[in-house]
T-cell receptor, first 109, second 114 residues
Framework: GQNIDQPTEMTATEGAIVQINCTYQ??????LFWYQQHAGEAPTFLSY??LDGLEEKGRFSSFLSRSKGYSYLLLKELQMKDSASYLC??????????WGAGTKLIIKP | ETGVTQTPRHLVMGMTNKKSLKCEQH?????MYWYKQSAKKPLELMFV???????ENNSVPSRFSPECPNSSHLFLHLHTLQPEDSALYLC?????????????FGPGTRLTVT
C-alpha cells in the first residue's frame, strides 16, 4: 500500500529552527509537496521537490532524497504565526496526491 | 484569499436530507478536486475532474455525487448521509492534474450530519 509518515506533533521555541520529517512509500514518484494549514483554514502551498537536494525559499527550506524515500521541511527563525499543521504529500505514478496526516507544530515564546 | 470559494461554510443536515456543496475557482485552472478532511487523518481524495471529465473516484459511497458543469464550477451533491460523514470538505484546483502543479484550496465546508 501507499504510506506517508510524519510526526504527529512537534514543539519549538520562537526564534529557533525546527525540522519536520516525512518518509514515504508510494507507487511511483512524481514529486513531493509541503503545505501549511492553520487551524480552521485551508492548506496553502509551501514547496515542491521533484529532484534530490535542498530548495530554499526564505525562512523555509525543503529537502528531498528519492533513494531514501525521505523529505524534510526546515523552518528557521520561527515566529508565533508559524504555529500550524504541516502536510507532506507525494504525487504517485498516476499523479494522484497521497497525503500524510500532518504535523502539528506548536511554537512557544 | 486563494481564488477558490466554497459555499456554504457550515452545514448541518439530517440523515434524510439532500444538500449540495458548491465550489468555484477564479484561477483559470483545468483540474478540480474534492477532499474529505477528518480530525487527525490524512486528506482523503474523493473526486478529480480534469477538463470537466471525471478522472478519479476513490471508492466513494454513492451517497456522494459530484457534478462539474464547467471548468470553473464543481458541486458535491449529498443525500442520505451517515454521522461518520461529518467532516471538513475541501475543494481544490490546479492548472492541470498531472505535473508539479500546486493545488489551491478553498476554505472548506464544515459538515455535521445529525
Amino acid at each position: 500500500g501507499q504510506n506517508i509518515d510524519q510526526p504527529t506533533e512537534m514543539t519549538a521555541t520562537e526564534g529557533a529552527i525546527v525540522q519536520i520529517n516525512c518518509t514515504y512509500q508510494t507507487s511511483g514518484f512524481n514529486g513531493l509537496f509541503w503545505y501549511q494549514q492553520h487551524a480552521g483554514e485551508a492548506p496553502t502551498f509551501l514547496s515542491y521537490n521533484v529532484l534530490d537536494g535542498l530548495e530554499e525559499k526564505g525562512r523555509f527550506s525543503s529537502f528531498l532524497s528519492r533513494s531514501k524515500g525521505y523529505s524534510y521541511l526546515l523552518l528557521k527563525e520561527l515566529q508565533m504565526k508559524d504555529s500550524a499543521s504541516y502536510l507532506c504529500a507525494v504525487q504517485d505514478s498516476n499523479y494522484q496526491l497521497i497525503w500524510g496526516a500532518g504535523t502539528k507544530l506548536i511554537i512557544k515564546p | 484569499e486563494t481564488g477558490v470559494t466554497q459555499t456554504p461554510r457550515h452545514l448541518v443536515m439530517g440523515m434524510t436530507n439532500k444538500k449540495s456543496l458548491k465550489c468555484e475557482q477564479h484561477l483559470g485552472h483545468n483540474a478540480m478536486y474534492w477532499y474529505k478532511q477528518s480530525a487527525k487523518k490524512p486528506l482523503e481524495l474523493m473526486f478529480v475532474y480534469n477538463f470537466k471529465e471525471q478522472t478519479e473516484n476513490n471508492s466513494v459511497p454513492s451517497r456522494f455525487s459530484p457534478e462539474c458543469p464547467n471548468s470553473s464550477h464543481l458541486f458535491l451533491h449529498l443525500h442520505t448521509l451517515q454521522p461518520e460523514d461529518s467532516a471538513l470538505y475541501l475543494c481544490a484546483s490546479s492548472q492541470e492534474e498531472s505535473g508539479g502543479y500546486e493545488q489551491y484550496f478553498g476554505p472548506g465546508t464544515r459538515l455535521t450530519v445529525t
